[in-house]
């Protein structure tokens, strides 16, 4: 697919069929993250892959727990009444790049994401970004073990991906450039 196709069609997709994705594209997934540039070539991304669906459950209810703490569940525990997993959308993979902390590693996962997204797209597979598994799990260090990051290493972007339900229509964006200096 060329590099243009997918920057305009990818989206974030949030309803996913259970169907597991398959090995070959996991395995190009995790290379275009480790392909991504990152400063100085240090490449302190790592990757954290989880495919057990029982275990995505269990962090979605870790973070739905922890938005309601937070005063963020009242809309999501709306939501969760017609759709049971609100955090993860019933993605089959989720992926957490982490790294050990630095002046440019969150910089650096975040560009492995979206390598990764885009080439989840490419290979006909949805992801979206979870800001909201980030937010409430990052300083929780008893779960981050548990999940295999270690005490030296951040959460920097949970993803999840999947076979989606139906694409979303490509979304256009805000007018941005504010100002050009010739
Ligand atoms: C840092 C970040 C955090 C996000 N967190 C969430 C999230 O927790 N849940 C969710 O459904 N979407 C999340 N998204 C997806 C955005 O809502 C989405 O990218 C945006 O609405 C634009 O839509 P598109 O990705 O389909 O173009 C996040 C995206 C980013 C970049």
């Known amino acids: 697919m060329e ?3 997918a920057i305009m069609g990818r989206r974030s ?3 996913y069929e259970t169907k597991p994705i398959p090995e070959e594209a996991l395995a190009k997934i995790l290379k275009a993250g480790a392909m991504a540039p990152s400063a100085m070539d240090a490449q302190p991304c790592r990757f954290i892959v989880i495919e057990n669906r029982q275990k995505i459950l269990e962090i979605a209810e870790k973070v739905k727990q922890k938005l309601g703490v937070l005063g963020m569940g009242a809309r999501l525990a709306e939501r969760a009444k017609i759709k049971p997993d609100v955090i993860f959308y019933g993605a089959p993979l989720l992926i957490l790049i982490v790294a050990e902390k630095g002046d440019w590693s969150e910089t650096d996962c975040n560009l492995a994401a979206q390598n990764m997204m885009l080439r989840a797209y ?5 992801s979206c970004y979870i800001g909201f598994m980030k937010k409430t799990i990052r300083d929780d260090r008893e779960t981050l073990r548990e999940l295999g990051i ?3 290493q951040e959460l920097y972007c949970p993803l999840i991906f999947g076979y989606p339900k139906k694409w979303p229509e490509p979304k256009d964006r805000v007018e941005n450039i504010q100002k050009r200096i010739k």
């Open 13 to 15: 997709i949030r309803d």
């Open 122 to 126: 490419d290979l006909g597979l949805g």
């Open 3 to 5: 590099v243009e196709k």
């Open 150 to 152: 270690k005490d030296n």
